[in-house]
């Protein structure tokens, strides 16, 4: 199963953008989906994530307040709202989805992953 992540463009700081990602064809088959991000010249760092039939959501400090994690089953789309967007949220988003259900921050533990989308801010 792949994912396919989209939504992400240039946007002003102060602005949003909303992320999205679904599995390509077929319906989500793991417990836990995440957003993980990668800027320039940096490593891979977690953003959030949902148990998608519990609901249950977890976000790095950065975001919190800011940003929105969310899923629709009817879609089986994963969702990713950015407000109060600032230059250093500028990256490369990725989807991801992992089988078991906690409130994972490793990337080690998501064996599904999107291609990613990038997400620019501009100052």
């Known amino acids: 199963v792949q994912l396919q992540a989209f939504g992400g463009g240039l946007v002003q700081a102060g602005g949003s953008l909303r992320l999205s990602c679904a599995p390509s064809?077929?319906?989500?088959?793991?417990?836990?989906v995440g957003w993980f991000r990668q800027a320039p010249g940096k490593g891979q760092e977690f953003v959030a994530s949902?148990?998608?039939?519990?609901?249950?959501?977890y976000y790095t400090d950065s975001v919190k307040g800011r940003f929105a994690i969310s899923g629709d089953n009817a879609k089986n789309t994963v969702y990713l709202q950015m407000n109060s967007l600032k230059p250093e949220d500028t990256a490369v988003y990725y989807c991801a989805a992992a089988p078991k259900v906690a409130l994972t921050t490793e990337s080690s533990d998501y064996d599904v992953w999107g291609q990613g989308t990038q997400v620019t801010v501009s100052s």
């Open positions: 064809g077929r319906r989500f088959s793991r417990n836990t």
């Open positions: 949902m148990t998608w039939f519990g609901g249950s959501t």
